[in-house]
Nanobody
Framework: QVHVVESGGGLVQAGGSLRLSCAASGFTYDAYTVSWYRQAPGKERELVAT????????RYADSMKGRFTISRDNTKNTVYLQMNSLKPEDTAVYYC??????WGQGTQVTISS
């Protein structure tokens, strides 16, 4: 059975940091490119960052470059999103996605000003 579970969200002040985790099971984890998306209230879901296979090259939306880092630990079937210098506009539900197929339920990130 496929499971994709995000965690690590919370409430932090602007300028702070969070590290999100996305744990996967029930499928061949390392066969998929992984992306983080986010969706703020009243807005469309947007792509945050992607980590490719097999070379783990990464890319980011412009507003996240230099602040966010995506990484993966294949020994733990887990993908991470390190978020630094957080801003109130980063407030959203963050989701991870495997190869456009498998989604998690999301984790709420709230940044106070």
């Amino acid at each position: 059975q496929v499971h994709v579970v995000e965690s690590g969200g919370g409430l932090v002040q602007a300028g702070g940091s969070l590290r999100l985790s996305c744990a996967a099971s029930g499928f061949t984890y390392d066969a998929y490119t992984v992306s983080w998306y986010r969706q703020a209230p009243g807005k469309e879901r947007e792509l945050v960052a992607t980590i490719e296979i097999p070379d783990n090259s990464d890319r980011y939306a412009d507003s996240m470059k230099g602040r966010f880092t995506i990484s993966r630990d294949n020994t733990k079937n887990t993908v991470y999103l390190q978020m630094n210098s957080l801003k109130p506009e980063d407030t959203a539900v963050y989701y991870c996605n495997f190869g456009g197929r498998f989604w998690g339920q999301g984790t709420q990130v709230t940044i106070s000003s």
